[in-house]
């Protein structure tokens, strides 16, 4: 039983060590566009062979894009989604809380919760 209480405690302190905290910033809402492709590949409703009924197609895909800005710097960022995934609520305008680490932001909703983007392009005012 000491064995495995050390073993735990030992894993919770490797994982608190390697856990990085994200830095969030405050910005500005500037920009949100929503893509989406002019033609869907999928299945066909029916299948060839009995005419039965498939399951229900793949859901649409859309480019969420959307641009945040600070006194220094300007963020474009991008999520590839489904046409049925929550968005981000965005008024243009409005204060942000953001997390930049690498390649990844995370956008913090109206409600707290956090949403993952990509980075796209990152520009010096």
Request: proline share 6%.
């Amino acid at each position: 039983m000491r064995q495995v209480r050390a073993i735990a405690m030992a894993l919770c302190l490797v994982v608190s060590v390697f856990a990085a905290e994200l830095v969030w910033q405050s910005g500005t809402w500037r920009d949100m566009e929503i893509k989406r492709p002019k033609v869907v590949f999928g299945v066909a409703p029916n299948d060839p062979a009995t005419g039965a009924p498939r399951k229900a197609p793949p859901a649409s895909q859309e480019i969420r894009t959307y641009v945040i800005e600070t006194d220094t710097t300007r963020f474009e960022l991008r999520e590839n989604s489904t046409v049925d995934s929550p968005r981000i609520d965005v008024l243009v305008g409005e204060p942000v809380q953001f997390a930049v680490e690498k390649k990844s932001v995370w956008v913090k909703d109206q409600n707290g919760h956090e949403h993952k983007l990509s980075l796209v392009k990152q520009t010096k005012k």
